[in-house]
């Protein structure tokens, strides 16, 4: 079981959310935080590059920097689900362009949980690039 405690943080458009081992980040309506559906996309961000980075590790694929964009398109109607998602990375280092899209591909189609509980609503789109350092 995974607990996550909310408490308001200065107003009631201002939350700090913190995990069971003490770290916390700060959500929000305000402007001044990261909204609730913004985190959804730092989530798939976070989840697949941390697939990706197992992936190509395993692969002997020497990855030196990894940056990811993440675009979303939400419905118009409530619920404003995200309706499309477009994941794209920027892989820094010396790897086989198909290594690349196999780890990219095996994250997003078989080990991103967070991905795979959103394509239930949204269509995920992935593309990357490599960009060979010297």
């Known amino acids: 079981m995974t607990t996550i405690q909310l408490k308001t943080n200065g107003s009631l458009d201002n939350y700090l959310c913190t995990n069971a081992n003490g770290h916390s980040i700060n959500l929000g309506n305000d402007g001044n935080t990261v909204g609730p559906m913004e985190s959804v996309l730092m989530a798939i961000a976070s989840c697949s590059t941390i697939d990706i980075v197992m992936i ?36 820094y280092g010396n790897i086989k362009e198909k290594k690349a899209e196999q780890a990219v ?29 010297k």
């Open 56 to 91: 190509l590790d395993k692969m002997k694929q020497p990855l030196d920097d990894i940056e990811v964009t993440v675009d979303g398109v939400r419905a118009t109607e409530i619920p404003k689900v995200y309706t499309e998602i477009k994941v794209h990375y920027t892989l």
């Open 105 to 133: 591909n095996s994250s997003i189609e078989k080990y991103c949980s967070v991905a795979l509980m959103i394509e239930k609503t949204a269509q995920i789109t992935a593309t990357f690039e490599v960009i060979e350092q």
